[in-house]
């Protein structure tokens, strides 16, 4: 951390789909960054994930306003994991904070986690005690998802906890040191290490607009998690392969004894005994 200077404060958040939602985010961070700024220098890394409607625009105007904002532009929609991994890319704190742009984590939270970050934390992370306005479906979709996840992984991911956290700068370079392709962000902070904590919240509604985590997306999701930090997959492939192998094994000696004995199965063709082996 530079000494010399106040340290600076990045704030990245992914945004598809959300050009109603770019104000009111922005409005609500200005006030947290005016509490802030006699400790840090903000920066906003807003990432624009491909979005079809006016998020871009919206995000240009603001600009025209605010001078902390950084605009990364994505040539298409590459998915919430990668545009969060983006932001991480370009900002440039000594502590970053990733969030959504929805409204549905709130911004004021950030204060606190910068008190835990003070305090010698290297992640703090943002655990929902309650989701106001979802409905029950979702409510036991999310929590089916985060309990799989916790129970088919090696990773101690805490449960009900997103992405809204605070990360340190160490943290942040060791996960862009990280090969991983699919990228699943809350279960990598958890393998890197170093000290992290909670802080409890009650998640908002959303600001406006639909959810873009729809169940089809949560799946793929899960799947990236599970793929990515468990073994279990790999295990199941293994034990799956050495069962069809032995069925396998078995049928071409029987069809070998039929050969040897003489004896003709119902249906049968000449040439079929050395075909089915060869096959087998």
Do not use: C
Not at 56 to 70: D, F, G, H, T
């Amino acid at each position: 951390m530079n000494e010399s200077a106040r340290p600076v404060l990045s704030i990245a958040v992914p945004l598809y789909n959300e050009a109603d939602n770019v104000g009111p985010l922005l409005d609500r961070l200005a006030i947290v960054a005016e509490r802030l700024r006699a400790q840090f220098e903000i920066e906003v890394v807003l990432v624009n994930d491909g979005s079809s409607d006016g998020t871009l625009q919206a995000i240009r105007s603001e600009m025209q306003r605010r001078s902390s904002i950084v605009l990364v532009n994505l040539s298409r929609n590459f998915g919430h994991q990668l545009a969060a991994t983006a932001g991480l890319e370009i900002a440039r704190g000594d502590a970053i904070v990733l969030m959504d742009g929805d409204l549905q984590d709130p911004p004021e939270l950030i204060e606190t986690f910068v008190q835990k970050w003070r305090e010698g934390y290297d992640v703090v992370y943002a655990v929902r005690r309650s989701r106001r306005g979802e409905s029950r479906f979702k409510l036991f979709t999310a929590r089916a998802f985060y309990r799989v996840i916790k129970r088919l992984t090696k990773v101690s991911i805490p449960l009900d906890a997103g992405d809204f956290r605070l990360m340190s700068r160490r943290v942040v370079e060791a996960l862009r040191r990280s090969p991983e392709r699919h990228r699943f962000l809350r279960g990598m902070v958890s393998w890197v290490g170093f000290n992290q904590t909670a802080v409890e919240y009650d998640r908002d509604v959303r600001h406006a607009g639909t959810t873009k985590y729809p169940v089809t997306k949560m799946l793929r999701f899960a799947m990236d998690g599970i793929t990515s930090f468990s073994d279990i997959p790999l295990r199941f492939a293994s034990y799956f392969g050495f069962a069809v192998s032995a069925i396998a094994f078995v049928y071409a000696l029987v069809v070998i004894g039929f050969k040897l004995f003489s004896l003709k199965p119902p249906g049968y063709t000449p040439g079929w005994a050395s075909t089915i082996v060869a096959v087998l």
